[in-house]
């Protein structure tokens, strides 16, 4: 390395922060070619993927499911009340009045739709509200609306209890009963459904007719049912819920009825 002889501007340039001065002679230019380090090739394997909540945690957000349960709750709840009240509902039955048909504790489905595109049958198991209501206690419009919304979700008994029973005169038939036989028009019934003890247990009953938009009805049990014979008398075409038409439970009677 040439020493430094003290000559001023030999050399000073290259470590001045500011400009060459004028009079300063220029540098010598480098005749040497001018290398470059290798450029490495472009890698061909992907960049590495981010996994979001791995390298930086977040904060868990509330499931959607967990919000919108009480909504969807609620919307089962409307529909399970609209279906009940306008389309099927569920009925206990909870006397012998039916049997061998319908035992106690069965469940059965009524539908309430055929009857408003429909005719009633003979035969027909239908359920009725009481065509002798019992006036209920006045409960005001706010009352009497909660009342009806714990019947539909089964909290609350209705005033007047729903029978069940079957189908045996319509409307402008004369219906009687004589030596253990139901005759319609004068014309027997063939009942298939009735157990021997029931048809031994029937007594003389009429001739009577039903009046128009009305029913005749009896329970399969005869011997142990207060129907059109007793009490009941004719039932109202406007009282008449639905049709049973299929036992749900117990898992050993489940099937259609006829």
């Not at 977040?58 to 919307?75: N, S, T």
């Not at 063939?190 to 007719?209: C, H, I, K, N, Q």
């Amino acid at each position: 390395m040439p020493e430094n002889d003290g000559t001023p501007g030999h050399h000073e340039w290259a470590a001045s922060s500011g400009p060459r001065p004028v009079d300063a002679p220029a540098p010598p230019q480098s005749t040497a070619p001018e290398v470059r380090p290798p450029v490495a090739p472009p890698s061909e394997e992907p960049p590495p993927e981010t996994t979001l909540g791995r390298d930086e945690p977040r904060h868990a957000k509330p499931r959607p499911f967990v919000r919108e349960l009480p909504v969807l709750i609620a919307i089962a709840l409307v529909l399970a009340i609209v279906i009940k009240t306008f389309a099927i509902q569920a009925f206990y039955i909870p006397s012998i009045s039916m049997m061998p048909t319908l035992e106690i504790g069965d469940r059965v489905l009524v539908n309430k739709v055929v009857y408003e595109i429909g005719d009633v049958h003979r035969f027909d198991i239908i359920v009725f509200s009481n065509p002798h209501p019992v006036e209920g206690p006045s409960r005001g419009p706010i009352g009497a609306f909660l009342h009806w919304l714990g019947e539909g979700i089964g909290l609350a008994r209705p005033a007047n209890e729903d029978y069940i029973k079957r189908v045996i005169g319509l409307p402008g038939e004369t219906v009687e009963i004589r030596d253990q036989t139901v005759y319609v028009n004068d014309e027997p019934l063939d009942e298939p459904f009735l157990t021997p003890d029931a048809r031994d247990s029937m007594l003389d009953y009429g001739p009577v007719t039903v009046p128009a938009s009305s029913y005749f009805v009896l329970g399969d049990n005869r011997g142990h049912s207060g129907d059109s014979r007793f009490g009941l008398g004719f039932i109202p075409r406007g009282k008449v819920v639905g049709e049973a038409f299929v036992i749900v439970w117990p898992p050993s009677d489940v099937g259609l009825l006829h």
